[in-house]
């Protein structure tokens, strides 16, 4: 009898239910092993950053979770363990101890930093909080933001820049159909916000927005996208870089920037302005963000690998709220090595090592894996490289009889954790679609882990 059997099927705890914790449940269903796969996950819904990340006015990037649902029921070596946080209420050397192995797919939940005197005044924001903020996350839904000021500064030219910028850009009409929170929504519908700058500190060539994204500041009802056409002479490098045909995403994000430089502004009320080459130097301030001091930058190195560096050219730009949005970063775990400066558990093809060294029986796969980059989509391969690892090393795991869920469920209800199954979760997100429905929204978010588990009751 070996491990993976059907009288011995290799357990497994999947740690985090975003896409790469469902990407890894499916790989591993899709072996010739047999299995049985806790996913564990620290909120009560599932779904990671599909959920509490995506854009609201984006759906049909939604639709994700329907694979995720199929997968969930429609696999009986599938359990979700919703509500539970490993390294609180569970820890990483208990789940080793009651698993033939543990997969820590547990995403980037924190963001990076500028390191500029002032970063830390009132008004000034992550994107990470604004987002999960709109999203209805249940650790962001008591935030509050101060849309009171004409000006808002976004720094940073990624996709999660666009969908802040754009969200403070739409009006209520066209949010109020949407998932947003119903808290959002309020708020928003107070915002006196005129003037979104959205601030990169390399050039319109290097700018990380998609095409679809970019495109869609040219559609919006009350918000004219602006450039000025100046920022868009390029130098060499940048032209070759746009040269370059496997970069024609990039190509296509200049182009619309052209396009954006040649309209006249058709008088709506609010301006989106994409600005590029500079940096936040200061942000400043009596008690909360006045204004953010930028200098202007220029690029050097060659194409493709050019980096920014101040003129010394600096100037003001009074702004009563600015939001950081230059990239997530992972979390440590304890009893996990952790990357500190890559802000990820370091790994060689999914398998986590210390030291260069494999550590039995601990995997990773998604984001917290290869860093805060890539679409959904981009989990699943990378959890289908973790699970052909996982494969590979199965005949050399502790193949010794472990209780897994059983032992789970016992530590949990030790502790009084209030954890929940998939059908309970099912149960809570048709209350959310019904209480969508009553307001012509696609569902109503439960934005408390008492009020779901209340529902439940
Ligand atoms: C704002 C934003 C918008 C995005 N929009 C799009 C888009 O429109 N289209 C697109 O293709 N991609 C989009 N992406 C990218 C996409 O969301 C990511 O590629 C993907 O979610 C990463 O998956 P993941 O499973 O690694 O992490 P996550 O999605 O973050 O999932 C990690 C999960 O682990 C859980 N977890 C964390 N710690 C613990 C713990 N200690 N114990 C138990 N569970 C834990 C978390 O609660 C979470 O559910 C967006 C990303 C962001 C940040
Ligand atoms: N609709 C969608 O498909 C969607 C929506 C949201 C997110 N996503 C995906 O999720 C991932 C994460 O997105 P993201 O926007 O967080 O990250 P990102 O794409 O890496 O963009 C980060 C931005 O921050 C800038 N930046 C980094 N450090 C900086 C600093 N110190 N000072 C000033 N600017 C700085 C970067 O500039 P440099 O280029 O100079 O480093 C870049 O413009 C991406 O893969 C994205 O495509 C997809």
Redesign the pocket.
């Given at each position: 009898m070996s491990l993976g059997d059907e009288q011995h099927p290799l357990r497994v705890a999947i740690v985090g239910a975003g896409p790469s914790g469902f990407y890894s449940s499916e790989a591993l269903i899709r072996s010739e092993l047999h299995v049985e796969i806790d996913l564990i996950e620290r909120l009560a819904a599932p779904y990671g950053l599909v959920r509490s990340?995506?854009?609201p006015d984006?759906p049909k990037?939604k639709q994700a979770i329907n694979v995720y649902d199929k997968i969930a029921s429609e696999n009986a070596e599938l359990n979700y363990i919703g509500n539970v946080t490993v390294g609180k209420d569970i820890t990483v050397d208990e789940l080793r101890d009651a698993y033939h192995a543990v997969i820590l797919t547990c995403g980037a939940e924190t963001d990076?930093r500028?390191?500029i005197p002032g970063e830390d005044l009132l008004g000034s924001y992550t994107?990470t909080e604004f987002v999960a903020w709109y999203n209805g996350h249940p650790d962001y839904r008591d935030r509050s933001f101060d849309l009171s000021h004409e000006t808002a500064v976004i720094?940073?030219?990624?996709?999660?820049?666009?969908?802040v910028s754009r969200i403070l850009s739409k009006t209520v009409d066209e949010l109020k159909t949407t998932d947003i929170s119903q808290h959002a929504l309020d708020l928003l519908a107070e915002s006196k916000i005129k003037n979104v700058y959205v601030?990169?500190?390399?050039g319109p060539a290097?700018?990380?927005f998609?095409s679809?994204?970019l495109k869609e500041f040219g559609e919006l009802a009350d918000c004219d996208p602006m450039v000025d056409p100046a920022e868009l002479i390029l130098n060499e490098a940048s032209q070759s870089e746009l040269a370059e045909k496997s970069n024609a995403g990039s190509k296509k994000i200049y182009d619309l920037f052209v396009g954006y430089s040649e309209r006249a502004p058709s008088g709506k009320s609010r301006k989106c302005y994409f600005q590029f080459l500079r940096?936040?130097v200061e942000l400043l301030g009596s008690g909360r963000v006045e204004k953010v001091i930028l200098e202007h930058n220029q690029l050097s190195g060659d194409a493709f690998k050019q980096?920014?560096r101040g003129t010394g050219e600096k100037y003001e730009l009074e702004t009563g709220i600015l939001f950081r949005?230059?990239?997530?970063r992972g979390v440590a775990m304890p009893g996990v090595p952790f990357h500190e400066s890559w802000g990820v558990f370091p790994n060689e093809s999914g398998r986590i090592t210390d030291n260069e060294s494999v550590v039995p029986q601990l995997y990773t796969a998604g984001w917290i894996k290869r860093g805060?980059?890539?679409?959904?989509g981009?989990n699943r391969a990378c959890a289908k490289e973790t699970i052909s690892s996982l494969i590979e090393d199965v005949n050399k795991l502790d193949s010794g009889n472990k209780q897994g869920r059983q032992k789970t469920y016992s530590i949990l209800d030790s502790r009084k954790v209030k954890y929940i199954n998939f059908q309970q979760w099912k149960t809570i997100d048709q209350v959310e679609v019904e209480r969508g429905e009553a307001k012509g929204k696609p569902r109503e978010k439960i934005t408390s882990i008492d009020e779901m588990l209340a529902v439940l009751s």
């Open positions: 990340g995506v854009a984006h990037l990076r500028l390191g994107a720094i940073g030219q990624g996709n999660v820049a666009a969908d601030i990169g500190r390399r290097q700018a990380k998609t679809k994204e940096s936040p980096s920014a949005s230059i990239g997530y805060p980059s890539g679409i959904i981009t």
